[in-house]
């Protein structure tokens, strides 16, 4: 039989796909209709859930079925560390149903499709877009399949001749039916059950195919498509073939060795020279260096050791504008590094052991800044409470310092600016799926709820998702005597009275066991099931 890859191989190109269909082979034939009324059956008027995590093992069981053996993608190790994250997602969604678990579900899931369409492919971007690319010659593909054949007059004549044929039997039929109905009533009884069945499966299919149901249904059948039709997508492999991984020297107009000097009649200084851009390069990266060294020690006096908020000292502002100054500070000092090692000056041998040392001396003070905006982030949550942005703050610091480490790769190793992009690509898709793993609500609330805060956010608790709820009526008790607050539409917090806050709780929990209760399987996340066990228990 043929398989998907050796199949896809006859696919020329995406211009000529609707003079050249490749065949489909017979687990195409069987997938594709199946994965479409699994997608409409699992996924129409449902919220993603479990349904997610059954999709997903289908997708993936029917792509690795149709790999032969011998494919170079089974040696990819991209291949298999987005396999592992799809499947892992899909999981987490199921269990918690959490929007980051359906983000990195969703995204996971086109990425490994691209690694699959392309097994060489290094960049997480680009198999991103090479997954998504697939579904325009999916689609093409579907297209042609829907066409009338040639032979449709043939096809039709036949059908009316064995129509014909089939008149008087059916004639008799309903003769000899109508006779037995009248003869034997326990006959006629079971012929109406029947038909009633019949009846009651025909208005049921016909009360189907509302507009939106089809559009959905074709939906799905557009996205399963684009799953099992593996048509090679090379745009994007292309692209990235022309990146190498270390820094080469070159004799263009970018810092070249050669000295031009300045027309000051057209005001024309050219390009500078290698060693005019060396001096730039090491006086900027110097004076930075002492400006910053300056900020570090009075962060490390000031933060970093025994901090305690004055009175009335404003930590929002410490915290939010003082922590996105100092991360764009960081990412303006990485980006001019990276532009001052882009290209020659990574060779040249009379300065570049002393650039590289004050480089690497900029790039770990900004790893102690890093820190430095860690600390502001742990204060803050020390005294105020967690919160997604918080959370967010330290995912994103986890990709800085790997950032900077990498960044040393390039100042030390000559790597090249794609280099650093698939391996921060890569750290960014770890971070995700780990963020997709997190119970964040339910530890959220716990941290929140501790009795060392005398005020709480509970508006924005209440906004959790319905797996916090349990969390929430176990702490009630906790409430008294403490000074609640809610966020309102001009963005400011109000106070919310103890006996308001718990008819909203109330009310919440009321709405949740009953959406809880009217949801089909498709539906239901482990969290939400666990939740309503303990609601129910409580009453």
């Given at each position: ?33 199946v ?14 859930a479990l ?34 994250g ?137 996205l ?13 492999a ?13 004799r ?14 057209t ?51 410490f ?45 770990l ?21 967690l ?25 030390w ?17 770890a ?37 916090v ?34 008819q909203?709780?109330?009310?919440r ?26 609601l129910?228990?409580?009453?």
């Amino acid at each position: 039989m043929t398989t998907l890859t050796s199949a896809a191989a006859q696919w020329p190109a995406a211009g000529h796909s609707a003079t050249r269909p490749f065949p489909l082979t017979a687990l195409q034939k069987l997938l594709l209709p199946v994965g479409a009324i699994l997608f409409d059956v699992l996924f129409w008027q449902e919220r993603m859930a479990l349904n997610m995590l059954l999709y997903t093992v289908f997708v993936v069981g029917g792509v690795l079925a149709s790999l032969p053996r011998h494919a170079a993608v089974w040696r990819s190790g991209y291949f298999w560390l987005t396999l592992g994250g799809t499947v892992l997602s899909a999981l987490m969604v199921a269990v918690y149903g959490s929007g980051a678990a359906q983000l990195s579900a969703v995204a996971s899931l086109a990425v490994w499709l691209g690694y699959v369409n392309q097994g060489h492919l290094k960049l997480v971007g680009y198999a991103l877009l090479t997954g998504l690319g697939n579904l325009l010659p999916a689609v093409q593909r579907l297209a042609q399949m829907v066409r009338l054949p040639h032979n449709l007059d043939g096809r039709l004549n036949r059908t009316r001749y064995y129509g014909r044929l089939l008149v008087v039997p059916l004639a008799a039929l309903l003769v000899f039916h109508v006779l037995f109905a009248i003869a034997n009533p326990k006959y006629n009884d079971l012929a109406g059950r029947i038909l009633d069945a019949i009846g009651e499966v025909l208005d049921q299919l016909f009360a189907w195919p509302s507009v939106l149901h089809l559009l959905f249904f074709g939906l799905g059948l557009v996205l399963t498509a684009g799953a099992i039709f593996i048509i090679p997508v090379h745009y994007f492999a292309d692209q990235e073939s022309r990146f190498g991984e270390f820094v080469r020297r070159s004799r263009d107009q970018v810092a070249s060795f050669a000295v031009r000097r300045p027309d000051f009649r057209t005001k024309s200084f050219g390009v500078l020279d290698l060693r005019r851009e060396y001096l730039m390069a090491l006086s900027l990266i110097g004076l930075v260096n002492v400006l910053l060294l300056v900020v570090n020690v009075i962060d490390i006096r000031w933060i970093w050791f025994g901090f305690v908020p004055a009175k009335g000292f404003d930590l929002t502002q410490f915290v939010h504008e003082g922590t996105y100054v100092l991360i764009l500070s960081i990412l303006v000092a990485m980006g001019i590094v990276l532009w001052f090692f882009r290209r020659n000056l990574n060779f040249y041998q009379p300065g570049l052991p002393l650039l590289r040392r004050a480089a690497t001396v900029w790039v770990l003070q900004n790893a102690v800044l890093a820190i430095s905006v860690g600390l502001r982030n742990y204060y803050y949550i020390q005294y105020t409470g967690l919160a997604y942005k918080r959370i967010g703050v330290y995912g994103f610091l986890l990709l800085t310092f790997f950032g900077l480490a990498t960044v040393l790769l390039k100042i030390w190793q000559r790597r090249s600016a794609y280099a650093l992009f698939r391996l921060n690509a890569l750290a960014a898709y770890a971070v995700m799926v780990l963020l997709a793993c997190g119970n964040w609500e339910i530890w959220i609330a716990r941290y929140n709820l501790q009795a060392r805060f005398a005020e709480i956010d509970y508006g924005f608790l209440l906004d959790m998702p319905d797996r916090v709820l349990p969390e929430l009526a176990a702490h009630k008790a906790l409430l008294t005597g403490r000074r609640l607050v809610q966020e309102n539409n001009y963005s400011t917090w109000v106070p919310l009275p103890a006996a308001e806050a718990q008819q909203q709780l109330e009310r919440r929990i009321l709405e949740f066991q009953s959406r809880q209760s009217m949801r089909h399987w498709p539906s239901y996340t482990w969290a939400d099931y666990r939740a309503y066990q303990e609601l129910s228990r409580r009453e």
